[in-house]
């Protein structure tokens, strides 16, 4: 090998470990940022796995607590009201809280279903209490300055459907049984049914002004004992208990007068002077109630008594006018009025500015009310 060769090859050898060494440190230094990134960019992306991860999990227990909560709800099959403070956050409460807060009611009428009506209408609210083993099961009102959350008596059919949604099919479970209530056409225009929270609502309407005419609250046993729409069940139904002639007597009696309450509530509402309670007219229509019980019929006229006018002359009752209503087989007696108000011959008589007294008889199911202006 030449010197110059040598001297070639030296410096070729030099300089190939230079460049070695130089390669080696670009690598070395490639792979130390290739690994520190290769580590930032795999802890990011776990961070971001375990984040979709949280995100679906997070995901999954929406829905199965949507899920849930549907379930829970599923008996009132509506969509969601928003729950606000208001009359009907009184079922569930003590008569102990009642009379703490609105004082002894005016009277207390006894029910065919178990409870109590206590009645208070001293106050500037009319309202009506369903009291049963201590516990407040329904609470009724036609009172526009009433606390009925989210409506207010007078509000128009739609004003209400804007808050609450109305079925024609409505379900209920119960422990192991299963109902459905089915609303007719006119269910639906003049008594729906809807939740708010764990207590059912009964909205009444005047289908002629198409506005809330009143309004009930009530607990789902309370429903279910009352059964206001056709019913298809599986299970067991909450059975009324039979009542004695004592105890029937209070019952007709209460109802009676809560038919004269609400019908002078109308008038008012209607800017229509009270009628006057008359009592010998009262048992005139009693008596006829039983009749029409007794001999199972439904008329004015009577096999037995004639017409009104005969009815009221065997009493010695003088009048210049007299009108009468009668109903059948409805819920209690606020169901009766409600139906007296919808139907036009019976509203005429409601709503007859020139009527001063009223008689009004219940016996059992059958309903009476005798309108009179006297000599």
């Not at 829970?72 to 009184?90: D, I, M, P, Y």
């Not at 959350?149 to 099919?169: C, L, N, P």
């Not at 004592?246 to 038919?259: D, F, R, S, V």
């Not at 009270?274 to 009693?286: F, G, S």
């Amino acid at each position: 090998m030449s010197i110059v060769e040598k001297h070639i090859a030296e410096f070729t050898l030099r300089g190939d470990t230079s460049t070695m060494r130089g390669l080696m440190t670009v690598l070395v230094g490639f792979f130390l940022f290739v690994g520190f990134f290769y580590f930032f960019i795999y802890e990011d992306n776990e961070s971001v796995e375990e984040q979709l991860k949280s995100d679906r999990l997070a995901a999954d227990l929406n829905v199965k607590g949507d899920n849930e909560e549907q379930n829970n709800n599923s008996s009132f099959n509506s969509n969601e009201v928003e729950v606000v403070e208001g009359l009907h956050q009184w079922i569930g409460q003590s008569e102990e809280d009642l009379i703490e807060y609105f004082g002894e009611p005016s009277r207390i009428d006894m029910s065919q279903y178990g409870y109590e009506w206590w009645i208070y209408k001293e106050s500037s609210i009319y309202l009506q209490f369903g009291v049963g083993n201590n516990v407040i099961v329904s609470v009724y009102t036609n009172d526009a300055s009433a606390d009925t959350a989210h409506i207010r008596i007078g509000d128009t059919y739609d004003e209400v459907m804007s808050q609450y949604e109305f079925k024609s099919d409505v379900s209920l479970r119960s422990d192991n049984s299963s109902y459905k209530f089915e609303l007719r056409e006119d269910d639906l225009k003049m008594r729906p049914l809807a939740p708010l929270g764990n207590v059912w609502v009964q909205f009444y309407f005047d289908t002629h002004t198409e506005k809330l005419s009143s309004i009930r609250y009530i607990d789902e046993e309370t429903l279910l004992l009352h059964r206001p729409y056709s019913i298809v069940y599986r299970g067991k139904l909450p059975e009324v208990s039979e009542h004695s002639e004592n105890e029937w007597g209070k019952i007709q009696e209460g109802q009676a007068l809560q038919i004269f309450d609400l019908t002078n509530d109308i008038r008012k509402n209607h800017e229509l002077p009270p009628v006057e309670w008359d009592e010998t007219t009262a048992y005139v229509a009693l008596l006829h109630s039983e009749d029409m019980n007794t001999n199972n019929f439904f008329s004015h006229t009577s096999p037995n008594s004639g017409e009104l006018k005969d009815r009221l002359e065997s009493e010695f009752i003088s009048y210049q006018l007299a009108a009468e209503n009668i109903a059948a087989n409805y819920v209690d007696a606020i169901e009766a009025v409600e139906g007296w108000l919808n139907s036009e011959g019976h509203r005429v008589n409601l709503l007859d500015e020139r009527f001063t007294h009223l008689g009004v008889g219940v016996y059992r199911n059958y309903y009476t009310q005798n309108f009179i202006v006297p000599w």
